[in-house]
């Protein structure tokens, strides 16, 4: 006791009322009168009352048992008090507690194990302890009677003793025979005087019990059996009760201790307690004199009849068929009353004070004030609800006996009971009316959250802003308080103020890691008793309540227990139901309501645990049938929580033949119930184990009954406590095997369940935010794996390309491409493991996993298979390029050899430069010209001209009469198709039809205009020239496309002008690549142009050759003369990667998955506001993409052009700079130390550089190196002319200049469009939205995060010309009807097949604000592009129309 006492002295006052509730329910004594260790003032602890309650049951005079509860600080009882005078041999508390419950030391004694013959702290201590009688003949006492215990001796303790006498009804002393001097004999003469029954126990006498006087009993205790003292004491307590009764003598009631003087009050010196209890009692002043069953109407106005409304109306928009647009707009706009209404209801003086308050205090204070809040309701509310329950029990018990009665006298039975049911439910309404606590007024805060954030303004009168009253809610739970999860009442869950609270909670927090554990029990079956014994929680349901509904409440796990249980989450989060089949609430109760509570904290659970209280076997099966149809609909959408049951109030527990009974049973209940759900859910098991894992053994408890001995005064039985252990033990096993969720997927999870159940076909409806999550996740991390793989096939290509220009190979095969990619390829492989094995979503990601392996295997597989395409396509084109080069090689050559003739017979005229410059330009002209009339020059193209030339020919077309169209941009293909098969006439039937066929087209179109773009780069016209053949080819291709489409299974063909528009409209998107690539070719190979680029070049070695200049000198400015192309190319390309590289990391657009890019992509798009750039989008999304990379990549690079540039193409110059010096150093040794000629320094020079840069043997080949002997000269010509070629390149480098000197496939922009366009792009049957996987032919059902409007590529609805506003998500939840041939119901457009049964389009209403701006934004330019109207325009266009630009844009973070 001491070690109690100790504990008490150091605990708060939060502490100190935890610790003394808790030893209330144990059935313990409790410290009335606590003197200070220190000080020795005495202390009344008041507060740690506060939360106890008390039950009782006596007879009245009509001698039937009536119920009591009452709090313990509020009843008026009678009050024995015991002290004792000097040291007894005999234990005081051992002999009270024989009169309270002989089977429970309620008084800690010196016999009781642990005890010491010494105490420190609990001399002059009081415990005070109460008697509940039962209503039964057996109880000790007819009344509620409080027992107090003088610790030590009363002597010693006169301020104790004092109070107690004066308090008491009835005082019992125990002393020896006391002599006349001592202090006590006075003590005691003046209790016996007094009026008031004494009660005295002599330890020295064996006297039997006596009457000394009326009122005045003496008792011996030497040598006297306890159990005949104990039946003496009571008898004579029960006589002195009735005395003291007859003489109106004194009632105790607890708060009047504090009366007494010099007696320090917690609550009055405890500051925050006392504010807060102050506020409190303001708040129910304003209550008072209101009828209880009208307070809630008055005073939480948004949580009643509109709150209802507005629900029944959401579970009907969601439920409805949805044929009607104009229904569901009624709907909405009702919708949208009932929250304005509710916005402009009256705050309230009650509501008001009580978020001005919790907003202002400080945090303990506020914890108070919610505490005294509580208190008090439950004190203004209690008496009221025990006459209720009294009313609904009598009237229960009527309708039984009716119900028994009702094969006799049929008719008439038949009326009453009718009647009698009405009562009942009536008075089951009153109930529900005067159910006032805590929780109803934090649901009122959060409907008043939800109003103001409908209307989207701060509510008239709120004391602080709307967008804060999360924030005080996120505080409270932080502070142990529970949230209402799912409003019973209502049966719905107020989602927008439930995720407003997590979204708080997460800025308070972190981004925590929470495990749910979720707790499903029939009413008053022990939820709370066990919860509180494993968790230490009290939900917000007091005694008396029927309140119906899911509460959560947040437990922090200490750092001890996550490293003893090995945890992995920071938080448990304990969700628990409320008012399953509740007897008061039957007449509002369904079975399907209770399904939708148990499937949605089913499936938020990361472990359900299921509670059973006895073994009713109708009660079992409702139970059991409620949570396997929960775990089977857990089982169909791939959450897997895990589920214990535990088995309350079973006795026998110790025998094992019972309990392993018992498990059979049940195991053999839940399979039964599977079998019988599982037709119902159209899902295939045999077993409870075919739907979770579970095992009978582990995760069963049986536990013993909560009480040892019959209630009140039983104590708790050891073996509950037990049990407890046991189930915390086998929960932290559980638990230490799960990651359990982050808040925000919690978040996610909570409106992902409330959506799919609000449709009510919850399978096709849950939407798993939390698995798409983890899926984008997955799909970033497959990016990158991919940029990897990609990236070094690049700089493999690269080398690669430069040993084929160096002649150094002559084969490329895949076997090798392979080699060389297998370290990055075990290195992305192993980042790959690692992913699935360590990441948080683990368990999620494993149904990926085999799927993924093969996806990065095939990439691999195919990055080498095109790589190895591309390179041995060069291959095949080095000939033709050979020749060209060779030809130039000898043009240079003869132009460096004349030069050099003309430069001796100048020598004497070398000092002058007019003559030398004038001589040179003369001889450089007449050169050229020469050349030029020998080779003739290469020709300007014109693309578009020789492709109309073609047609013409093939197609007997007149250009004059031919006006083309962009295939592109056309808004619809109907003046394409020239017949219908099986159609009569001209028209589709069907607009659905129509808008297939179209998006069937755009899809034919697109694809071929894809794979034409790799026709026109794999011909490498940048090296080779343009050629007639390759338009050709092009059109051929093309032809083939189009025949072979019409040839397949379809019902049309096109006409003739849709082949020539998609040839020129492919060929004008060409046409500038073409053009460029055929620019550089002349550039690079045109004498003309070629050598007018080099005539200054030339000049300075004709210079040289004129001053003297060495051999050695003029080889060295030759070389690296060659170099300075090699060299550029290098340099251009080496940075075009890496800034390719850090584009794909820093470039927020570019970095993540296809979602993300998809969302930047509409950002921008809404910023330019153009409908044009909208329409690309829609019609040609890969096309859109491209652009939109482009404008990307130009955009970074020139913003961080001389931040990020310039500084690699510097690092690039010098890098490459060291390497040819490199090579000419370790030449020159090499031919120093070998006595080699210049022909072996040349081979070693050009041999070291083949792997770095276009440079061979053969670009020097012809030119003149006799008399090179001065190695060691030509090495330092090399470095200090290098300097300046690099000088040059670095001089010239700019925004303009960067990507013109980048072949078309080196690019930046190019590299990432080929990777990022390695993805899936199907388009939605319905919408036309692309799919957002991010990986090109995944496995799986295609999926957009959101859909858009129908209408906006020109669907509408059938047998009409209006354009569709209706969303996917929508439609598929309707019975309207689509036609592929044959007519389906879009609520099923998986029969229909095809591109249908590929998509998963989750039936809800999440229709993105984003699209419903544009709709609005451009909706005349949507009518005049289709030539038709949306449907309804006047009525959508009142919702939707009050999105602004900006709020569009920021949906797209809020959704995707």
């Known amino acids: ?180 001097k001592d202090k006590s004999a006075a003590q005691m003469q003046n209790l016996y005087k007094d009026r008031k029954p004494l009660i005295c126990l002599f330890t020295e006498d064996k006297s039997r019990v006596t009457e000394m ?104 928009l969601h439920r409805s068929q949805g044929n009607e647009m104009d229904m569901e707009i009624k709907q909405k706009q009702d919708m949208k009353k009932f929250r304005e209404q509710q916005y402009k209801s009256d705050l309230g003086e009650f509501m008001k004070f009580f978020i001005t308050e919790i907003n202002s205090q400080s945090p303990n204070e506020k914890i108070f004030f919610l505490k005294w809040l509580a208190i008090l309701l439950d004190e203004y509310t209690s008496v009221d609800l025990s006459a209720l329950h009294y009313k609904y029990d009598e009237k229960w018990s009527n309708v039984l006996k009716l119900k028994e009665n009702n094969d006799r006298f049929e008719q008439q039975i038949a009326t009453n009971l009718t009647n009698e049911q009405m009562e009942l439910d009536k008075i089951s309404k009153e109930l529900q009316a005067a159910t006032f606590g805590l929780e109803h007024i934090l649901r009122e805060i959060g409907q008043i959250y939800e109003s103001c954030q409908s209307v989207n303004k701060n509510k008239e009168g709120l004391p602080c802003d709307s967008s804060s009253l999360a924030s005080l809610a996120a505080e409270m739970m932080i502070s142990g308080f529970p949230l209402e999860l799912m409003d019973g009442d209502a049966a719905h869950v107020p989602v927008v103020w439930v995720t407003a609270v997590l979204h708080e909670l ?56 996550k490293i003893k249980e090995q945890l992995k989450f920071d938080y448990i989060l304990v969700v628990d139901t409320e008012g399953l089949r509740a007897l008061e609430l039957s007449g509002r109760s369904t079975r399907h309501q209770d399904n939708e509570m148990a499937t949605f904290v089913v499936g938020l659970g990361n472990l359900t645990l299921i509670n059973i209280f006895g073994e009713n076997p109708s009660e079992l099966q409702d139970i059991l049938q409620i949570v396997v149809q929960a775990f089977m609909r857990m089982k169909k959408v791939r959450l897997n929580p895990s589920c214990m049951f535990v088995h309350q109030n079973v006795s026998e ?206 990439l691999q597989e195919n990055i080498v298979r095109e790589t190895t395409r591309k390179l041995n396509e060069i291959l095949q084109q080095r000939d033709m390029k050979k ?266 657009s570019l970095n993540g998955n296809r979602s993300k890019l998809e969302k930047h992509i509409l950002k921008i798009l809404a910023e330019q506001e153009n409908f044009d750039k909208y329409m690309n989008y829609f019609n040609n999304p890969r096309d859109h993409l491209k652009s939109f990379v482009r404008d990307e990549v130009n955009q970074y690079i020139t913003h961080k052009f001389e931040v990020s540039v310039r500084p690699k193409m510097e690092d690039n110059i010098k890098l490459l700079q060291q390497k040819i010096m490199e090579a000419a150093h370790r030449a020159t040794t090499l031919v120093n130390t070998t006595s080699g000629d210049v022909q072996k320094w040349l081979n070693d020079f050009t041999q070291q550089l083949s792997d770095v840069l276009i440079f061979s043997g053969k670009d020097l080949s012809g030119v003149s190196h006799e008399g090179v002997d001065d190695f060691n000269l030509l090495e330092d010509v090399i470095s200090k002319l290098l300097g300046s070629v690099s000088s040059e390149i670095h001089h010239k480098l700019s925004t303009e200049t960067f990507p013109e000197n980048l072949e078309h496939k080196d690019r930046p922009d190019e590299i990432l469009i080929d990777h990022l366009c390695q993805c899936c792009w199907v388009q939605c049957p319905f919408c036309a939205a692309t799919c957002t996987n991010t990986v090109e032919n995944h496995t799986g059902d295609h999926s957009v995060p959101f859909h858009r409007v129908d209408g906006l590529t020109g669907s509408c609805y059938d047998e009409t010309e209006c354009l569709s506003a209706d969303f996917c998500t929508n439609l598929v939840r309707t019975s309207k009807m689509l036609y592929t041939g044959q007519w389906f119901l879009c609520r099923e457009y998986r029969k229909a097949g095809n591109v249908y049964a590929q998509w998963n389009i989750t039936p809800d209403f999440s229709e993105l604000p984003y699209w419903k701006w544009f709709v609005c934004r451009f909706q005349e330019d949507l009518e005049n592009r289709f030539e038709k109207t949306f449907h309804m325009w006047d009525v959508i266009s009142y919702e939707w129309s009050r999105y602004s630009k900006e709020q569009a844009i920021e949906s797209l973070d809020t959704y995707i």
């Open 213 to 316: 006087r009326n009122g005045k009993y003496k008792i011996g205790l030497k040598n006297r059996n306890q159990s005949d003292v104990s039946e003496e004491l009571i008898q004579a307590i029960n006589k002195c009760l009735s005395f003291s009764s007859s003489e109106s003598t004194s009632v105790f009631r607890l708060e009047d201790v504090s009366k007494h003087s010099n007696i320090r009050e917690d609550e009055d010196h405890d500051n925050d307690c006392r504010r807060g209890k102050k506020a409190a009692q303001q708040m129910m002043a304003l209550l008072k004199k209101k009828d209880l069953t009208e307070i809630k109407e008055s005073f939480l106005p948004c949580q009643g009849k509109l709150w209802h409304q507005w629900c029944e109306k959401n579970k009907e």
């Open 883 to 1148: 020749r060209i080069d060779a030809q130039r090689t000898r043009h240079e050559n003869d132009l460096l050899e004349k030069s050099k003739e003309l430069a001796i017979k100048l020598k004497d005229k070398a000092n002058d430069e007019t003559i030398l410059k004038k001589e040179f330009d003369t001889f450089w002209k007449d050169c050229v010209k020469k050349i030029t009339a020998e080779t003739p020059p290469i020709k300007d193209i014109n693309v578009i001209k020789d492709m109309k030339q073609l047609l013409s020919n093939y197609e007997s077309v007149s250009l004059n009469d031919w006006i083309s169209r962009d295939i592109f941009s056309v808004p619809c293909y109907s003046d394409y198709v020239q017949k219908l098969r099986g159609v009569t006439g001209h028209t589709v039937r069907s607009a659905k039809l129509k808008f297939e066929v179209e998006t069937q087209i755009r899809a034919l179109v697109n694809d071929i205009a894809q794979h034409a773009d790799k026709m026109i780069m794999s011909y490498n016209i940048s090296k080779t020239g343009y050629n007639k053949t390759y338009i050709q080819e092009l059109a051929d291709y093309i032809k083939a496309r189009v025949v072979d489409y019409e040839q397949g299974s379809r019902n049309f063909v096109f006409t003739k002008e849709f082949y020539m528009d998609l040839v020129m409209s492919i060929c004008k998107r060409e046409n500038k690549v073409i053009t460029d690539q055929h620019r550089r070719f002349r550039e690079a190979n045109d004498p003309v142009l070629y050598f007018k680029q080099k005539s200054k070049e030339y000049y300075s070695i004709f210079q040289k050759y004129c001053q003297g200049a060495t051999s050695a000198a003029i080889f060295g400015e030759i070389i690296c003369q060659k170099l300075k192309e090699p060299i550029q190319q290098s340099v251009y390309e080496d940075t075009a990667r890496d800034m390719t590289n850090e584009i794909h990391i820093n470039c927020d």
């Open 506 to 561: 997460i800025k308070k927090l972190g981004d925590q890691r929470v495990f749910v554990l979720s707790v499903l029990g029939i009413q008053s079956s022990g939820k709370s008793t066990m919860l509180n014994a494993m968790f230490g929680l009290q939900f917000a349901v007091s005694a008396g309540r029927c309140t119906r509904g899911a509460f959560m409440q947040l437990v922090r796990v200490s750092d001890e227990i």
């Open 1 to 180: 006791m001491d070690v109690q006492m100790a504990v008490f002295h150091c605990a708060d006052s939060f502490l100190k009322q935890l610790l003394v509730t808790k030893l209330s329910q144990c059935q313990y004594a409790l410290p009335l009168l606590v003197p200070d260790p220190f000080t020795q003032e005495i202390e009344f602890p008041l507060w740690t009352f506060r939360q106890i309650n008390k039950s009782w049951k006596m007879k009245d005079i009509k001698n039937e048992i009536i119920g009591q509860i009452q709090p313990v600080w509020k009843a008026e009882t009678p009050m024995v008090s015991f002290f004792r005078f000097d040291l007894l041999s005999s234990s005081k508390s051992q002999l009270m507690n024989s009169l309270i419950n002989e089977r429970h030391n309620t008084f800690f004694h010196r016999n009781c194990p642990g005890s010491s013959s010494t105490r420190v702290l609990m001399d002059g201590v009081v415990e005070i302890t109460w008697y509940c009688p039962s209503g039964k003949d057996t109880d000790k006492f007819a009344q509620c009677i409080v027992f107090c215990n003088l610790h030590g001796d009363a002597g010693d303790n006169e301020k104790q003793l004092q109070i107690l006498t004066e308090m008491a009804s009835v005082n019992v002393v125990i002393l020896p025979r006391l002599d006349q």
């Open 653 to 858: 527990v110790t025998a094992g033949e019972k309990n392993m009974e018992g498990r059979r049973r049940l195991q053999a209940t839940l399979d039964e119930m599977t079998k019988l759900d599982a037709k119902d859910e159209v899902f295939d098991a045999e077993c409870f184990n075919d739907v979770i894992t579970f095992d009978i053994q582990k995760d069963v408890k049986y536990f013993a009954q909560l009480w040892e001995g019959s209630p009140p005064m039983a104590p708790p039985n050891p073996s509950y406590c037990e049990n407890i252990q046991d189930l915390k033990t086998t929960f932290f096993s559980h638990a230490s095997k799960s990651d359990g969720l982050q808040l925000t997927h919690l978040k996610s999870r909570i409106n992902d369940l409330w959506e799919a159940l609000l449709n009510e076909r919850f399978v096709f409806s849950f939407r798993n935010a939390l698995e798409i999550a983890t899926y984008q996740k997955l799909e970033t991390g497959y990016s990158k794996w991919s940029w990897s793989l990609r990236r070094t096939m690049l700089d493999i290509e690269n080398k690669l390309y430069i040993n084929i220009e160096n002649e150094t190979i002559n084969e490329v095969s895949e076997s090798d491409l392979q080699g060389k990619l297998e370290v990055k390829s075990r290195e992305v492989e192993n980042s790959l493991s690692e992913f699935f094995e360590k990441d948080k979503d683990k368990d999620i990601l494993i149904q990926w996993k085999a799927s993924f392996y093969i996806k990065i295997k095939d």
